[in-house]
């Protein structure tokens, strides 16, 4: 039997990472997205490639409206763990920050992941093992001025992690939270040499995370090894917040 991962931010250089993590153990893979179709179809190319026992499913919802979960739970059959990688950042004093951004962060990080969460537990149940992460941040953690609407979308995924796990540990499923540092994506680009030195003196290990540091910790959740833990919060941040 094929065990089948669905990874939401399929097209992001994280989820990228990830897909490519999961998919070299053995995972088949939904490979969610929803504006960069180019780079999910050259990812589900190569996947195809160098797997061809495995199966590799594109699936397209915008979780910005109200109905993206029912969107994706329609295009998804077996299931044995869930991903939420995808995401939506905002810049900006509170008070310069529009109420529709307030609702698009809402609805991107909380209410569509809780919502297609309920939508898909019944086919995580049918597992005897199965696998809810969500990839928060370490702002849901510390906080960040500037980005306060973020912060506090990401600490609501914390605080849901923490609840729902509870609420399905009797059916098998385990549901965990990595909460990353700085990961040297094309997000932070916008950062200039001075900033980047700045924000690596705060770091004790001195240096950027990379997409992989996070693919691997995701592997080693859905490997079956970590099955003693969760309702967790995993900071990967290289000591930045501990």
Request: with cysteine; charged share 15%.
């Amino acid at each position: 039997m094929k065990k089948f991962a669905l990874v939401c931010g399929a097209s992001g250089e994280i989820g990228q990472s990830i897909c490519r993590k999961l998919a070299e153990d053995g995972w088949s893979l939904y490979l969610h997205y929803n504006a960069n179709v180019e780079k999910v179809q050259e990812l589900l190319e190569q996947l195809a490639v160098r797997y061809p026992k495995q199966e590799f499913l594109i699936v397209h919802a915008d979780f910005s409206l109200d109905d993206g979960a029912q969107t994706l739970a329609s295009q998804i059959y077996s299931l044995q763990a869930i991903l939420f990688a995808n995401g939506h950042a905002y810049y900006g004093l509170l008070e310069d920050t529009p109420v529709n951004e307030m609702v698009k962060l809402w609805k991107v990080h909380v209410q569509n992941p809780m919502h297609a969460t309920a939508l898909l537990a019944s086919k995580l149940r049918a597992n005897p093992s199965s696998y809810i992460l969500l990839i928060g941040s370490i702002w849901g953690d510390a906080g960040a001025a500037g980005e306060v609407v973020y912060s506090a979308v990401k600490g609501a995924q914390h605080s849901f992690v923490k609840a729902y796990a509870q609420e399905v540990a009797y059916n098998g499923i385990r549901v965990n939270c990595i909460a990353p540092g700085i990961i040297d994506t094309n997000m932070n680009a916008m950062l200039n040499d001075q900033e980047r030195a700045d924000i690596v003196e705060q770091i004790p290990l001195q240096a950027f995370g990379k997409p992989d540091d996070i693919a691997n910790m995701v592997a080693f959740l859905f490997s079956g090894q970590a099955d003693y833990m969760t309702g967790q919060i995993l900071r990967v941040n290289g000591g930045w917040y501990i």
